[in-house]
């Protein structure tokens, strides 16, 4: 069992960056994708940005350009520095690792971070 904690979310003013942290409970970090989602009020949970084992990064198009994740294995943490806010990027952001075959697979989640931007 993997145990992830967010931190970082707040206010922001439009314009205005957070970054976000994941720190993970157990070792090898580095055997899981980490994955950044987002959850807004009525709508589905979405990615935002992934960074897989080998770390290849991928970001949905509403924040491409504007957020960078970024993982650290020797401190246990995935990152999200995430730039030029806007109001339709508030929601509960979520860290998820992820390996889906092999040893250490499993699919776990954090509790989630509030990310409020005002305009």
């Known amino acids: 069992q993997v145990q992830l904690v967010e931190s970082g979310g707040g206010l922001v003013q439009a314009g205005g960056s957070l970054r976000l942290s994941c720190v993970g409970s157990?070792?090898?970090?580095?055997?899981?994708?980490m994955g950044w989602y987002r959850q807004a009020p009525g709508k589905q949970r979405e990615l935002v940005a992934l960074?897989?084992?080998?770390?290849?990064?991928n970001y949905a198009d509403s924040v491409k350009g504007r957020f960078t994740i970024s993982r650290d294995n020797a401190k246990n943490t995935a990152s999200l520095q995430m730039n030029s806010l806007k109001p339709e990027d508030t929601a509960v952001y979520y860290c998820?690792?992820?390996?889906?075959?092999?040893?250490?697979?499993?699919?776990?989640w954090g509790q989630g971070t509030q990310v409020t931007v005002s305009s």
């Open positions: 157990r070792a090898p970090f580095s055997v899981y994708n």
């Open positions: 998820n690792a992820k390996k889906t075959f092999g040893p250490y697979q499993g699919d776990y």
């Open positions: 960074v897989t084992s080998g770390d290849m990064t």
